[in-house]
């Protein structure tokens, strides 16, 4: 199994909304991320996991939470978001993490639009 | 702090033409480079590796150049198909982390 699920695809919250997005992966990878893209433009991290330890959080706002309950599984929970956090949400593994020159699978991501 | 630029926000080629795609990156030292395929409401996809000692990498059509002098790297997609319009990403390893810094991306075309 070499693949990254995320769900769901879409979301439609609204700014006082509390919603999760959840991903997964069974390739025995070690380390995960979030990244948020907004149109046209590239993949921009928001956290990562390593080894079920958040290792890197880019300065992101509280109103997005992480948290990763094992080493298969990683949410991101959103609450109080503004319309501006509208944007395609992906998810991505990778072997080892710790630095390593693993690449990353990316799940397809969930197009979250907040009104 | 670190600069990663693909210099063409889009490319129209003509298909069975080789596509050549630039990536440039300043205050930066990378350990290696690595090339992505995005298509549309997708995630990113792997498509090759390429480390500071190594000068080119190939895949099948694909190839990769890395100098480590210009920092720059060249993406080549040779004998060119409609299947392989795509936005392409290059992105950089920070040292000794899990972090991957993606460029800007190039938006490829490749037209019958």
């Known amino acids: 199994d070499t693949e990254v699920t995320q769900t769901p695809k879409h979301l439609v919250m609204g700014m006082t909304n509390k919603k999760s997005l959840k991903c997964e992966q069974h390739?025995?990878?070690?380390?995960m991320y979030w990244y948020k893209q907004k149109a046209k433009k590239p993949p921009e991290l928001m956290f990562v996991y390593s080894y079920e330890k958040l290792s890197i959080n880019e300065s992101v706002p509280s109103r997005f939470s992480p948290e990763c309950p094992n080493s298969s599984l990683l949410n991101l929970h959103l609450h109080a978001l503004q319309p501006e956090d509208s944007a395609l949400y992906l998810c991505a593994s990778s072997l080892a993490g710790r630095g390593s020159t693993d690449t990353q699978y990316f799940g397809p991501g969930t197009r979250l639009t907040v009104l | 702090s670190q600069k990663i630029e693909q210099n063409s926000e889009a490319l129209n080629i003509q298909e069975g033409k080789t596509a050549t795609l630039t990536c440039n990156y300043t205050n930066y030292s990378p350990a290696y480079l690595q090339w992505y395929r995005q298509d549309p409401g997708r995630g990113p996809v792997f498509l090759l590796l390429i480390r500071e000692n190594e000068k080119e990498k190939r895949k099948e059509r694909l190839k990769v150049t890395f100098d480590t002098t210009l920092k720059q790297s060249l993406f080549h997609i040779t004998a060119s198909q409609p299947a392989d319009s795509a936005t392409y990403l290059c992105a950089l390893d920070i040292y000794n982390t899990d972090k991957l810094i993606f460029g800007t991306g190039t938006r490829l075309q490749v037209f019958p």
């Open positions: 390739m025995g990878h070690r380390a």
